[in-house]
Structures are given as C-alpha cells and as structure tokens.
C-alpha cells in the first residue's frame, strides 16, 4: 500500500509516470526535462496543497521505515531510460522514484535519513528497498552503463553513506542470494535455519560489518 500510495502522489506532480492514453504521443527518447516540458500540456504538473502535503507524509513514511536509501542525480535519463530502471528495481524488490527537493527537505526533517539532507540539490532520484542490497545493487549496476546515472550517497537507518558505502552494498549478496546460501551449508532443523534467516539484526551486522571493513582497508 506504502509504494502505490507513493506511486499514486508522483503521478500527480511527475510527468514521467504520466504515460496514459493521453500522452502516448511523447517522444519516449526526449531526455526527462524535455519530456517534463512536453507534458505540462498534458495538465499533469499541478501539485496543491493537499497534494504537497500528502506527498511529504508519504515520503516521510518512506525515510522512517526504508531498509536503505540512495541518492541520484538523473538528468540526462531518457523516459525509456527511466522506465527501463524502475522495471529492473519492481524485479528486485526496490523502488526509484523522482523527487522534489523542497518536498523530500521537509519529509526527511525528524527522520532517521535526515542526515543526508544535503544531497538533494538538482535533478534527484531516490532508490529504496527494505533489503539493504537490493536499491544499491540495482542503481550502481545501471550506473554503470548509464552516465546519466550518477550516485550521491545513501543512507542505511540513520547510518549515512557516502558513495563508495553505497558500492560496497551493491557488491555484497542479496538477502534472498544469503538464504539460498545458508540453507545450502547449514545442516540444522528447520525451525532453526527460519530463525537465523529472519533476524534482522544479523542482516544489519552483515552490511555494516563489510561497510566497516572497507573503510579500514581504504
């Protein structure tokens, strides 16, 4: 419910998801703040003030409960681009959305994401998922072959990470790659292996464990 009431606020204020029957004329390749300027004939870039504010509890609920969270600058991205991006997050359980800064400031005040208010400058993007890997793994892997995707930082509760914290995230196992291990090599009952597999706290030392690890190395 989290994500379509999320999904739902953005296509009120976000002509990239406004691809109905309506503005199935738009060059899909234009890059997004043509694509932007292009909708706006549409009627899809009003936003009152029950939206804003309905937008902001949302992105609040997001910065409260997320697992972990990064931080983009898009520009660039075409709409095909885009589209192609949130697909590979839906497929591993993450979710990218557009942002609007001033909105995304207010929602991350009081919350534990609050320290990275200060990557939201420009043309930003957020990638959450509530398995610690997966939103890394799946924006440095398009990072990657797309210049255009550019990673600022993240932030994992209220531990900030920068962009190489980010990276080392996306190189560690998913939480589902990390259960189809365990239950290979521990020879136990199972009611015991769905107790190691289900505790969050063993996930969490796991993550920061390689994060910590990393920067001692560096």
Do not use: W
């Not at 998801?17 to 909708?39: C, M, Q, R, T, W």
Request: proline share 4%; net charge negative; with cysteine.
């Amino acid at each position: 419910m989290l994500v379509r009431s999320l999904g739902q606020a953005n296509e009120r204020h976000l002509p990239l998801h406004a691809l109905g029957s309506e503005a199935k004329s738009v060059d899909v390749n234009l890059p997004i703040a043509a694509f932007e300027y292009e909708a706006a004939n549409f009627g899809v870039t009003h936003v009152d003030r029950t939206q804003k504010a309905e937008m902001v509890e949302n992105l609040k609920t997001v910065f409260e409960n997320t697992g972990v969270l990064v931080v983009a600058h898009y520009s660039g991205l075409t709409v095909s681009d885009m589209t192609s991006l949130r697909g590979q997050m839906a497929e591993a359980g993450a979710n990218f959305h557009v942002v609007k800064n001033r909105l995304a400031k207010i929602a991350l005040d009081g919350t534990p994401c609050a320290g990275i208010a200060e990557l939201f400058s420009g043309p930003i993007a957020i990638a959450y998922s509530d398995d610690p890997v997966a939103a890394p793994k799946v924006t440095a892997a398009f990072a990657k072959g797309n210049e255009h995707l550019v990673i600022l930082g993240g932030t994992m509760g209220e531990n900030v990470l920068d962009v190489d914290g980010v990276k080392v995230l996306a190189e560690l196992p998913s939480l589902d790659e990390l259960r189809a291990r365990l239950v290979g090599m521990i020879s136990t009952p199972a009611t015991r292996i769905a107790g190691v597999l289900q505790a969050p706290a063993g996930q969490l030392a796991r993550v920061m464990g390689a994060y910590a690890a990393s920067q001692d190395a560096a």
